[in-house]
């Protein structure tokens, strides 16, 4: 059988492409024919993707952290091209997460990682926006860029969201001209608003360590600060689908920058050619960390089962942690394998990734030589 596997990272323990490739030992084994295709969505992985298909570099540097002081990330560059992942920089690590932190992280590292591109030249920015560890609106990577923010009484805020509560007036005018000279694509891993019911607080914020008390204030804080910012923008685009995309970064790189959105698997996909090998293959197999109620909300499987519907291809699924079942994700899903069960837990799982991927991959191999597709 002909079959195309198309994975993203497990974040904290797989890449996308170890994740593939050990899909593809497990399913060849059955003497399968198989492709594969290290996918991403925006979030962790997505630069390095993007960055093997156009042959770029990478810039290592050292910027503001959330967790410590500084960090070290890297971005990719060709000519005057630069791809940006913010979990690089400002990327959530869920073994240092703590409750209502949240109020005190803040994008800096992110705005400064841009601006270093932008001091060697570069015009053609993409931002990867997806798992971060942060919630401020895009204050912070703001702040980097030279926008401030000042309270009631004319005296300068840090963009952290605790700061941010008194806010009174929002400053562009010291925004790095040569922004101005810069265009900006940003790829979304979920297609939420900025605030609200399924805005980046309310939905996201929790997984990050906010309390239900936090998450109010959150989203309290950056309501009012999204009004100030599209007053002094001029443009409205907080209820966009992708302005809560990494805690509001997809907001302040839309209402300051003018980036356009879009889909960041549907780019992705178009730029590694996958179209064409689902549109061949017998069956597809996908995965990533975690299958929820987000999936259908722009992440990978999200973008894959498109196309599996489009040709009328079969789509097994594979995660390190799944919520959700088969039916839940559409006709063309038809199994979902997860690594953590069985009782075990997930620093197990997640410390045996590979081997757990590998056994779970041969199950798949199996139901998809069962059903005969």
């Known amino acids: 059988m002909k079959i195309t596997v198309a994975i993203d990272s497990f974040k904290g323990s797989l890449s996308g492409e170890i994740a593939c490739e050990t899909v593809k030992e497990a399913l060849e084994k059955d003497n399968n024919s198989v492709e594969v295709f290290p996918v991403g969505d925006g979030g962790e992985g997505t630069a390095a993707v993007l960055a093997r298909c156009e042959g770029a570099y990478p810039v290592e540097i050292e910027t503001k952290g959330i967790y410590s002081p500084t960090v070290k990330g890297r971005y990719y560059i060709k000519d005057k091209r630069a791809i940006i992942e913010c979990a690089e920089f400002v990327g959530i690590d869920k073994s240092k997460v703590r409750k209502d932190a949240?109020?005190?992280?803040?994008?800096?590292?992110?705005?400064?990682?841009?601006?270093?591109?932008?001091?060697?030249?570069?015009?053609?920015?993409?931002?990867?926006?997806?798992?971060?560890?942060?919630?401020?609106?895009?204050?912070?990577?703001?702040?980097?860029?030279?926008?401030?923010?000042?309270?009631?009484?004319?005296?300068?805020?840090?963009?952290?969201?605790?700061?941010?509560?008194?806010?009174?007036?929002?400053?562009?005018?010291?925004?790095?001209?040569?922004?101005?000279?810069?265009?900006?694509?940003?790829?979304?891993?979920?297609?939420?608003?900025?605030?609200?019911?399924?805005?980046?607080?309310?939905?996201?914020?929790?997984?990050?360590?906010?309390?239900?008390?936090?998450?109010?204030?959150?989203?309290?804080?950056?309501?009012?600060?999204?009004?100030?910012?599209?007053?002094?923008?001029?443009?409205?685009?907080?209820?966009?689908?992708?302005?809560?995309?990494?805690?509001?970064?997809?907001?302040?790189?839309?209402?300051?920058?003018?980036?356009?959105?879009?889909?960041?698997?549907?780019?992705?996909?178009?730029?590694?050619?996958?179209?064409?090998?689902?549109?061949?293959?017998?069956?597809?197999?996908?995965?990533?960390?975690?299958?929820?109620?987000?999936?259908?909300?722009?992440?990978?499987?999200?973008?894959?089962?498109?196309?599996?519907?489009?040709?009328?291809?079969?789509?097994?699924?594979?995660a390190g942690k799944a919520e959700v079942s088969a039916e839940q994700l559409g006709d063309c899903v038809k199994a979902v394998v997860s690594l953590c069960r069985d009782g075990l837990s997930e620093k197990y799982c997640m410390d045996n990734a590979r081997q757990l991927l590998f056994e779970r991959a041969e199950e798949l191999g199996k139901i998809i030589c069962s059903k005969g597709e």
């Not at 001029?234 to 003018?258: I, N, P, Q, T």
């Not at 980036?259 to 549109?279: D, F, P, Q, T």
């Open 102 to 318: 949240l109020l005190y992280f803040d994008t800096q590292g992110y705005g400064q990682a841009v601006m270093h591109a932008v001091e060697d030249g570069v015009t053609d920015i993409v931002l990867c926006l997806g798992g971060s560890g942060t919630n401020d609106g895009g204050a912070g990577f703001l702040y980097s860029l030279g926008v401030r923010f000042y309270d009631c009484e004319g005296r300068g805020l840090s963009p952290v969201p605790f700061a941010l509560k008194t806010l009174a007036r929002v400053d562009l005018s010291g925004l790095d001209k040569r922004l101005k000279k810069c265009s900006f694509t940003v790829l979304c891993d979920v297609d939420n608003p900025l605030t609200g019911e399924y805005g980046c607080s309310r939905v996201f914020a929790p997984q990050k360590g906010a309390s239900e008390e936090c998450v109010e204030i959150s989203d309290a804080i950056i309501a009012d600060y999204a009004g100030l910012l599209e007053t002094a923008a001029g443009r409205k685009c907080s209820d966009e689908a992708g302005s809560g995309a990494a805690g509001g970064l997809g907001f302040a790189a839309k209402c300051v920058l003018g980036a356009e959105c879009v889909s960041g698997i549907k780019y992705v996909m178009e730029k590694i050619g996958l179209e064409r090998s689902v549109k061949e293959c017998d069956a597809v197999v996908s995965g990533e960390g975690k299958i929820d109620c987000q999936t259908l909300r722009g992440k990978v499987i999200k973008g894959i089962a498109d196309f599996c519907e489009k040709y009328d291809k079969p789509l097994y699924l594979v």
